[in-house]
């Protein structure tokens, strides 16, 4: 069955950096794009990065420059570093695997908690 596994999350002071990985299973991983997307209470998922199946890559604006979204197909994982990390960076990073050919399909993750706090 299709599984995405997230891992890497933590406390972490302000100014620190994080290593947020992926698994997928289940799935032709190279036929999807892959996004991270981060929660807070009472508030909406937010789209943090994006990598298309070509690895094209877009980040949300309040963090660009910070954060690094990648893919390793062969490992069939994708990364999300984050550097530089505020603690309105503070969340829930759910990991998703998305295909759009007729129809839109989405897979999620169990999301993994990342607190950024002195």
């Known amino acids: 069955q299709v599984q995405l596994v997230e891992s890497g999350g933590g406390l972490v002071q302000p100014g620190g950096s994080l290593r947020l990985s992926c698994a997928a299973s289940g799935f032709t991983f190279s036929s999807y794009a892959m996004n991270w997307y981060r929660q807070t209470p009472g508030k909406e998922r937010e789209l943090v990065a994006g990598?298309?199946?070509?690895?094209?890559?877009n980040y949300a604006d309040s963090v660009k420059g910070r954060f690094t979204i990648s893919r390793d197909n062969a490992k069939n994982t994708v990364y999300l570093q984050m550097n530089s990390l505020k603690p309105e960076d503070t969340g829930v990073y759910y990991c998703?695997?998305?295909?759009?050919?007729?129809?839109?399909?989405?897979?999620w993750g169990q999301g993994t908690q990342v607190t950024v706090s002195s």
């Open positions: 990598i298309t199946k070509t690895s094209g890559t």
């Open positions: 998703n695997a998305r295909r759009q050919v007729l129809s839109r399909v989405d897979h």
